[in-house]
């Protein structure tokens, strides 16, 4: 039997305690992979089931309800003159001719209340749409047609199957009468469901069943243009002077923290920032997107700057020293060779910080963008709110038809991040060069 006081023992001992050495770092290195992979598994798990949630609230916001009506355009009625002008038109009773079409759906209801409950069956749009068709073509009038017209909010809900039918009739927002006319509508081929354009088309509305977020789009576009002809410009120069032509001093040095020290603040701070100067004080307009823009650049400024930085960093020095070397000032070696190198970098970051922008809620909310506003902004100093902020106002809604709404309205202002972040990538990979 070897001693491990020889030579030979001692080796074995040695080789033996190696391997015991190697055997448990390898153990901890599989169980810290395995630490890392059920991590991710998790995140992604959780990540599934909150997509999925919305998705399953909102997806129902993408369809909505709609009644085909058969409207007598009675020229009586229209256009008793025959004129055909559009303003007499305009002054023309829709609202009755539709009330008409109901009546003569149901013809068995008299009662006062019932036709009250009857003409709730179609939203408020509807002779709106009945009118619309007939000033685009007037020649209509005097003929009778069968017209799509959007349901109640109500209906839409029941018809979607959001309002429980077996509940007792004191605990749902239909009563039966209302759910016998819908299932007569729908034994007539009456009522159907289609894709709802409106949502994509209208601004806010006090009715979810006619409530948009065109309105809203258009308002964060604004504010989104601001904010790249500010933040943009302004942050790619700060960041080339501080890395490429500031000299190192105590300034510099605390120019650089207070910056990075700003990519932390939290986003309401910037937003009190903003209603103090640029409402209070310069006295612009509340709820516009020119507001918001300047509110939200002074956020996205730092995140700029810190990215367009880090991208030049990631330029070899070789690159300058070789510019140098063959007589290029300084001005030239950034402007024809460190910037186009830096630039997949600089663009990734400031799309990013784009994105970011276009996902704020607190700043716009401080800038009084909460405002409820039905008109679509046609310009930076219009009346607006945003995505962000249409989702908070429909979220704070009690109506069940507003929660879908929120949901749907999520998902839309995933979707533009997504495309946002897919732009980002894509112009990296576009414009990356190997040195």
């Not at 829709?94 to 079409?101: C, P, Q, S, T, W």
């Not at 409950?117 to 047609?145: E, F, H």
């Not at 516009?288 to 509110?295: D, E, N, Y």
Request: hydrophobic share 50%.
């Amino acid at each position: 039997m070897t001693d491990a006081t020889t030579p030979e023992g001692r080796r074995r001992v040695s080789v033996q305690g190696v391997d015991l050495g190697l055997a448990r770092r390898y153990a901890k290195e599989r169980r810290l992979k395995w630490l890392g992979i059920a991590a991710i598994a998790v995140a992604l798990g959780l990540l599934a089931l909150l997509i999925a949630d919305v998705v399953l609230k909102g997806y129902t916001a993408f369809w909505t309800t709609e009644v085909r009506l058969t409207v007598d355009l009675a020229e009586a009625e229209l256009d008793p003159d025959g004129t055909r002008l559009r303003a007499d038109l305009e002054d023309a009773n829709f609202r009755g001719l539709v009330n008409d079409a109901l009546y003569a759906m149901f013809p068995a209801v008299e009662d006062r209340l019932e036709r009250r409950r009857l003409r709730g069956l179609v939203s408020g749009q509807a002779a709106r749409d009945v009118q619309r068709m007939v000033l685009n073509d007037p020649s209509l009038i005097g003929t009778t047609r069968d017209v799509w017209v959007l349901a109640d909010t109500d209906i839409d809900q029941l018809w979607k199957g959001n309002i429980d039918r077996d509940l007792p009739e004191n605990r749902r927002r239909v009563n039966d009468q209302v759910v016998g006319w819908v299932d007569q509508l729908a034994a007539e081929d009456r009522i159907r469901s289609a894709f709802a354009w409106n949502l994509f088309t209208n601004a806010d509305s006090r009715d979810p069943q006619l409530a948009g977020v065109w309105g809203a789009i258009v308002g964060s576009f604004w504010i989104i243009v601001v904010t790249t002809a500010l933040a943009v410009p302004i942050g790619v120069a700060s960041a080339v002077y501080l890395e490429e032509f500031a000299p190192k001093t105590r300034w510099t040095d605390l120019i650089e923290v207070n910056i990075n020290n700003l990519a932390a603040v939290p986003s309401i701070v910037f937003g009190l920032l903003g209603l103090a100067v640029f409402i209070n004080t310069m006295g612009l307009p509340r709820s516009a997107p020119i507001v918001g823009g300047l509110t939200i650049t002074l956020m996205t400024l730092p995140t700029v700057v810190v990215a367009t930085r880090a991208a030049l960093r990631a330029v070899p020095p070789s690159i300058r020293w070789g510019a140098l070397g063959v007589g290029a000032s300084r001005v030239q070696v950034v402007s024809h060779h460190v910037l186009p190198l830096a630039l997949p970098g600089i663009l990734t970051g400031t799309i990013i910080g784009l994105a970011q922008a276009l996902g704020e809620t607190a700043p716009l909310l401080m800038i009084g963008m909460i405002a409820f506003v039905v008109d679509i902004p046609d310009g930076p100093m219009s009346a607006s709110t945003a995505l962000p902020v249409q989702v908070y106002l429909w979220a704070s809604s009690p109506e069940r038809g507003f929660t879908e709404k929120t949901a749907a309205a999520i998902l839309i202002l995933l979707g533009f991040l997504i495309v946002m972040n897919a732009l980002a990538i894509y112009l990296r990979r576009r414009f990356e060069r190997n040195w």
